[in-house]
Nanobody, 119 residues
């Protein structure tokens, strides 16, 4: 199965931008739909967005629509989360996850990367 490692998190001021990467191991990356999730301290995990296997369809939570963009490069086994116009409420640990076509849940997860947005 695919293994996922997130990177690119850090500290950024409100209104700034950050790009997260999720690097996948294995030879079947293109067979997985990919999702991004986040979890703030004391909060439940929240869906951020998703991209299909071919990369031609994306879906976003209302809270990030218009600000965040998901893309993938199957040749590099990598999915990206471009975050623009960041707000303090975007502060969270961000996780990428993979879902095979026959699964109803995302069942493969990365370790997460911290994003902190200061006011």
């Amino acid at each position: 199965q695919v293994q996922l490692v997130e990177s690119g998190g850090g500290l950024v001021q409100a209104g700034g931008s950050l790009r997260l990467s999720c690097a996948a191991s294995g030879r079947t990356f293109s067979s997985y739909a990919m999702g991004w999730f986040r979890q703030a301290p004391g909060k439940e995990r929240e869906f951020v967005g998703a991209i299909n296997r071919s990369g031609d369809s994306t879906y976003y939570a209302d809270s990030v629509t218009g600000r965040f963009t998901i893309s993938r490069d199957n040749a590099k086994n990598t999915v990206y989360l471009q975050m623009n116009s960041l707000k303090p409420e975007d502060t969270a640990i961000y996780y990428c996850a993979a879902k095979v076509a026959w699964s109803v849940d995302y069942d493969i997860w990365g370790q997460g990367t911290q994003v902190t947005v200061s006011s």
